[in-house]
């Protein structure tokens, strides 16, 4: 028997072998998997900087929040390598775990992804139940478990026929990314103002800040910004450097946002322009308003 029927053979003998239960949460999680490194690769704004869906965006949003926010930090400067790595990740775990190409490392590789989400985007949700990453790290740890059953290590296929497998994956997925390319999705909304009651978004109590101090706080779309708070009212500015998307925060001595990843300052009092490189392009502006007894999203 050729090697091709052989494979085919093997695939189909994998899905019949596992109890029912196993195969919908296999092919649950081998879905679920390519289907977010192919919401990926259809964004034209993932790996495009400034863009609101902009992977760079994302992790600065994670810098502020995360118990490990400083290593998202460190990642900001390499944003672009980070966003292909997680992307082709997804369709490699996801594609492994449908096709049965060494099946307890993607569920491991699963596992660890999905505990990186959490303490990325939705540690700090309460209760914990809302965090979807939690979830999917108990359902990639319950299949991995299953896989390995009573063995006390994790089955790694180095032999030829191995190696043509794995390459054929990575081939795969890289194939898949580009496709997703050619299928851009429409451009990513800008961010919410209002909530679906048609309420304004809410950011601080107007009496928690004082005049002349600042407040950090985070859009819906994960992206850092600062408020400023003055004698003539309120404004604020997208924390995300203009440079490479690490977060500035407020020096008080010279009455600059500065960002600590190459230097760059920026002028909160003169429309956030740049005036010190490498950053040459002015901070976004976030408009904001006081209502009431609230300053919130205008």
């Known amino acids: 028997m050729s090697y091709q029927p052989r494979r085919i053979k093997s695939l189909s003998d994998s899905w019949r072998s596992q109890t029912i239960a196993i195969r919908i949460l296999r092919g649950w999680l081998g879905l679920t998997w390519i289907y977010a490194g ?10 495009t900087k400034g863009s609101a869906s902009f992977i760079g965006t994302q992790l600065s ?25 997680v992307m082709l990740a997804e369709f490699a775990i996801g594609l492994a775990t449908l096709l ?22 939705s540690f700090h949700a309460s209760p914990y139940f809302l965090a979807s990453d939690t979830a999917y790290a108990i359902l990639w740890l319950v299949y991995f478990l299953t896989l390995v059953g009573n063995r006390r290590t994790v089955d790694v296929s180095l032999d030829r026929r191995g190696a043509i497998r794995v390459s054929a994956l990575g081939g795969a997925a890289i ?83 500065y960002c600590p990843c190459h230097g760059a300052e920026f002028d909160p009092f003169s429309n956030g322009k740049a005036v010190q490189g490498p950053a040459r392009d002015p901070l976004t502006n976030v408009k904001v308003k006081v209502e009431g007894n609230w300053v919130v999203l205008s």
């Open 38 to 47: 192919w919401d990926k690769a259809t964004d034209p704004g993932f790996l």
């Open 175 to 257: 194939a898949l990314s580009f496709l997703g390319k050619a299928f851009p999705k429409s451009s990513a909304k800008a961010v919410e103002t209002t909530t679906a009651s048609g309420s304004a978004v809410k950011v601080l109590e107007l009496s928690k800040i004082a005049v002349g101090e600042t407040h950090q706080f985070a859009l819906s779309n994960g992206m850092p910004a600062i408020l400023f708070r003055t004698k003539t009212g309120v404004f604020a500015y997208s924390a995300t450097c203009t440079h490479e998307g690490c977060t500035v925060s407020y020096k008080g001595a010279n009455k600059t946002l």
């Open 100 to 121: 049965w190409v060494s099946p307890t490392l993607a569920a491991f590789g699963g596992f660890t992804m999905s505990i990186g989400l959490w303490l990325a985007s």
């Open 61 to 85: 949003g994670y810098s502020t929040q995360s118990p490990i926010g400083g290593l998202f930090n460190k990642l900001i400067e390499h944003s672009t390598a980070v966003g292909l790595t």
